[in-house]
T-cell receptor
């Protein structure tokens, strides 16, 4: 059974810092991995989707990497801003099913 | 273009009642999935439908059921509500099931409170 963990559970940084969020999964036979952002009480906003054959994806100040063999993905946020404050979730879709398995998320606070 | 839309946004029910949640996917998307998110946790998979057929079911009791209509919209039904069913219910759509077209797009969710 696929399990996804995220470290740290919460993170507070001053504005302007570069930061890294970590995601680990137990079964490396994944189909793809997707990073999401969730504001309090809201739905999930898709940030980046990485196919299993890819090593990384970039969108603006965000860069996500994938190391399937070690069961890890990282989300790098450059020059953080207060508007980046939210919970960041990673989710993996494995080769056996059609659903995504989510991690518990990292709650990020960027202080002005 | 409209994103994934869900209704109602908030609702309050009492134990034992029944609830129906509705979801309209992004235009052209054929797959709809339902997730339950309890406060402080990541979403848990409930159902996936593609072309009106159930393609996946998570570890939820038979009180949970769903269906997809010819226009690809979907309903999630929960019978005999329990206090533990209180959660944010999220609907997600994707163009297809896999590849780049398997990217999930979520609605704002339906917040269910069971008293």
């Amino acid at each position: 059974k696929q399990e996804v963990t995220q470290i740290p559970a919460a993170l507070s940084v001053p504005e302007g810092e570069n930061l890294v969020l970590n995601c680990s999964f137990t079964d490396s036979a994944i189909y793809n991995l997707q990073w999401f952002r969730q504001d309090p009480g809201k739905g999930l906003t898709s940030l980046l989707l990485i196919q299993s054959s890819q090593r990384e994806q970039t969108s603006g100040r965000l860069n996500a990497s994938l190391d399937k063999s070690s069961g890890r993905s990282t989300l790098y946020i450059a020059a953080s801003q207060p508007g980046d404050s939210a919970t960041y979730l990673c989710a993996v879709r494995d080769n056996y099913g059609q659903n995504f398995v989510f991690g518990p998320g990292t709650r990020l606070s960027v202080l002005p | 273009d409209a994103g994934v839309t869900q209704s109602p946004t908030h609702l309050i029910k009492t134990r034992g009642q029944h609830v129906t949640l509705r979801c309209s996917p992004i235009s052209g998307h054929k797959s709809v999935s339902w997730y339950q998110q309890v406060l402080g946790q990541g979403p848990q998979f409930i159902f996936q439908y593609y072309e009106k057929e159930e393609r996946g079911r998570g570890n939820f009791p038979d009180r949970f059921s769903a269906r997809q209509f010819p226009n690809y919209s979907s309903e999630l039904n929960v019978n005999a509500l329990l206090l533990g069913d209180s959660a944010l219910y999220l609907c997600a759509s994707s163009l297809e099931l896999g590849g780049r077209t398997g990217e999930l797009f979520f609605g704002e969710g339906s917040r269910l409170t069971v008293l």
